[in-house]
């Protein structure tokens, strides 16, 4: 599995519009058939810049999915974002590969 991790820092002046923006554009990404799963998080850190930080983690089952949203839909899908918000949002994206997953052991004596 990996992880293609976006982390956004959104200017509180377009908070609100951002996060209605955001919750019908990851359903987009998702549309796209190469991730399983999306979820969002807040970043529970205070920026010296300000704002309001999120990370949206999409999971894609293969590297090859992760290249094909790439190759096929990353640009214009990047591109929707930063046309509309412009320079009141800042984004950084990590790619995480999962190794193992860990649960906690049931005792149920």
């Given at each position: 599995?990996?992880?293609?991790?976006?982390?956004?820092?959104?200017?509180?002046?377009?908070?609100?519009?951002?996060?209605?923006?955001?919750?019908?554009?990851?359903?987009?990404?998702?549309?796209?058939?190469?991730?399983?799963?999306?979820?969002?998080?807040?970043?529970?850190?205070?920026?010296?810049?300000?704002?309001?930080?999120?990370?949206?983690?999409?999971?894609?089952?293969?590297?090859?999915?992760?290249?094909?949203?790439?190759?096929?839909?990353?640009?214009?899908?990047?591109?929707?974002?930063?046309k509309k918000?412009?320079?009141?949002?800042?984004?950084?994206?990590?790619?995480?590969?999962?190794?193992?997953?860990?649960?906690?052991?049931?005792?149920?004596?």
């Amino acid at each position: 599995m990996y992880i293609y991790n976006v982390t956004v820092n959104v200017d509180e002046s377009i908070h609100a519009e951002w996060l209605v923006w955001i919750e019908n554009h990851i359903p987009e990404v998702l549309a796209t058939g190469h991730f399983l799963s999306a979820k969002m998080t807040q970043v529970l850190v205070e920026e010296e810049m300000g704002g309001i930080t999120y990370s949206i983690q999409y999971t894609a089952k293969t590297k090859e999915d992760l290249d094909n949203y790439y190759n096929l839909s990353a640009e214009k899908l990047r591109g929707d974002g930063m046309k509309k918000f412009a320079d009141k949002m800042l984004a950084f994206r990590t790619e995480l590969k999962v190794i193992k997953e860990f649960y906690p052991v049931s005792n149920n004596n």
